[in-house]
């Protein structure tokens, strides 16, 4: 049975990656595709391409948010939690990219498993331990301090590129933005590997864990594969709703400030992933660095009521999320026991 529902969260894993690429492409590549610095077919390759390196670059890191994120009861329990927290976030993901919102993958399943281990607990299971910790870290810090961050230091990155341009024609500038915006879409869509390829190989060897088929310290090449494969297939089906709320709904972004919240975010990515081991959402990186490049400007170019959906979104998320995980951690239950 253990083995069975082991793989069940690696397809539901798999499933997750292949969902978070899909939502996501357009988190990487929109405001190229706004500006016109990519065609919207080459944008998709490129992204594609560099959430793949990303990935298998993400696994060292994975193993060890696996080791620090939670401790899962062993057996059933384990894995009933796991299944139950991937079935809702892959649920919430789904009708957040019907309604054209971006929000973060990261968000979604952390609240899934946080709702999916109060069931265990309620229901006399074993309870998940370190919830408070990555209520801290993996919902609480990011949500609140690095779409801070990202708005901050793009809004007020905007000044002294435009100073330095100050003589520059116009359409040199976008010309040169434009180009040099190739490159930070790739650096964005390679940070976006680095960081959600973390989440479905962390929860692939935290079931394997808890089935009793892999040790705390072991790290497949298997795993780290099929979540490049699925992340990477998903970016190239793309989902572009997203894509339009972000390029066209929330602000008005030339190429320079297009160019200046790709770079942010990817530091800002790179920076979390490498220097700290610190999960930080690129959606939630991304579009509050859209928003204070665009608001530089005006804060009249700023759609108000698509900021505030989108953050009605975001604080419902965890919420909704760890709801709906309890639910199906209750429904499931009856076969940890």
Do not use: E
């Not at 680095?194 to 705390?216: E, N, T």
């Not at 602000?251 to 530091?267: E, K």
């Not at 509050?288 to 419902?316: C, E, K, P, Y």
Request: proline share 4%.
């Amino acid at each position: 049975m253990a083995v069975a529902f082991f793989a069940l969260v690696v397809v539901l894993a798999a499933g997750f990656a292949f969902l978070n690429g899909f939502r996501d492409v357009s988190t990487a590549v929109a405001l190229s595709v706004r500006t016109r610095a990519l065609t919207p077919s080459v944008a998709v390759v490129l992204a594609a391409v560099f959430n793949f390196a990303g990935v298998l670059l993400s696994g060292g890191f994975a193993l060890i948010f696996s080791q620090s994120w939670v401790v899962l009861p062993s057996g059933m329990t384990g894995l009933t939690v796991l299944t139950a927290g991937l079935c809702s976030a892959i649920l919430w993901g789904i009708y957040a990219w019907w309604r054209g919102v971006p929000l973060s993958s990261t968000h979604a399943l952390v609240g899934g498993l946080v709702g999916a281990g109060a069931a265990s607990a309620v229901m006399g299971g074993s309870s998940v331990n370190g919830v408070d910790n990555i209520l801290l870290a993996q919902v609480v810090l990011p949500l609140l301090l690095s779409p801070v961050i990202a708005f901050l230091g793009a809004y007020l990155l905007v000044w002294p590129v435009t100073w330095a341009a100050r003589y520059t024609q116009p359409d040199v500038v976008h010309s040169r933005f434009r180009h040099a915006q190739s490159v930070s879409a790739a650096a964005v869509a390679f940070g976006h590997g680095l960081q959600d390829g973390q989440r479905s190989v962390a929860v692939i060897l935290l079931g394997a864990v808890a089935a009793g088929v892999s040790g705390p310290n072991d790290l497949p090449v298997w795993v780290i594969l099929l979540t490049a494969v699925m992340l990477t297939a998903g970016t190239l089906c793309g989902g572009w709703r997203i894509s339009y709320t972000l390029g066209y709904k929330l602000t008005r972004v030339d190429p320079m400030r297009g160019f200046i919240a790709q770079s942010l975010t990817s530091l800002m990515l790179f920076v979390g992933a490498i220097g700290f081991h610190l999960p930080l959402s690129t959606t939630h990186t991304v579009t509050s660095a859209v928003l204070g490049a665009g608001t530089n400007q005006n804060f009249s170019v700023t759609n108000r009521r698509m900021v505030l959906r989108i953050l009605g979104f975001w604080v419902a998320t965890p919420i909704v999320t760890a709801t709906v995980a309890f639910v199906v951690g209750l429904a499931l239950s009856p076969l940890s026991h």
